[in-house]
């Protein structure tokens, strides 16, 4: 099973493989949503613009990136967790809870997929000429269409790598894709 974090309006997590009978659960994470609150269910659980922007994501749990217990007791622990386009939006200290939050409800040997932008790539990519204007600052900064919709961290290979095995998972992998975005997996030890 897969509790795909952060789900977007993807419908399976780029970084695994789609397998027969595997379960996804698709968890939207609201940093406005206290702590201690979940919501089960399809479409938007207060009235804003943000939410109608995400009512075509039909999560399947609407819950805090920190706080998955509640999807835990009710789906079992995860063998899988993918955290994809999702960090960057969080400060350093809460990406690092929510590392360590996941790896603490991953099955023994569970597998971690993370996905963030790759500023050192960016960095070459605007020193060499093939990322300019509006395509870098939207890598930099989000697409700023809401107010959630914003990076509040960077992240390079060795950032992301410290910060996994801080967290608890075992020496990561990490590729440089597409090319500006950095590709992890790892597992809880």
Not at 9 to 17: A, T
Not at 31 to 50: A, F, L, M, V
Not at 103 to 114: A, D, E, F, P, S
């Amino acid at each position: 099973m897969i509790f795909h974090v952060g789900c977007g309006g993807h419908l399976w997590p780029y970084g695994f493989p789609k397998q027969e009978g595997e379960k996804n659960i698709r968890i939207d994470v609201r940093e406005s949503i206290p702590r201690d609150e979940i919501s089960i269910g399809k479409g938007p659980i207060y009235p804003t613009n943000e939410n109608e922007a995400r009512q075509a994501m039909q999560p399947d749990y609407i819950a805090h990136c920190c706080e998955l217990d509640s999807v835990t007791a009710m789906e079992g622990r995860p063998d899988k967790i993918a955290a994809e386009d999702l960090l960057e939006h969080m400060p350093f200290r809460e990406a690092l809870e929510a590392l360590q939050h996941w790896c603490g409800i991953l099955k023994k040997h569970g597998c971690l997929h993370v996905r963030v932008p790759d500023i050192e790539g960016l960095a070459l990519a605007y020193a060499g000429g093939k990322l300019i204007g509006p395509r870098l600052v939207r890598r930099l900064y989000g697409d700023q269409d809401y107010e959630l919709n914003v990076h509040k961290s960077g992240w390079t290979t060795e950032m992301l790598k410290d910060a996994l095995v801080e967290c608890g998972f075992n020496t990561p992998v990490i590729e440089s894709r597409e090319p500006w975005n950095l590709w992890a997996w790892c597992f809880k030890e």
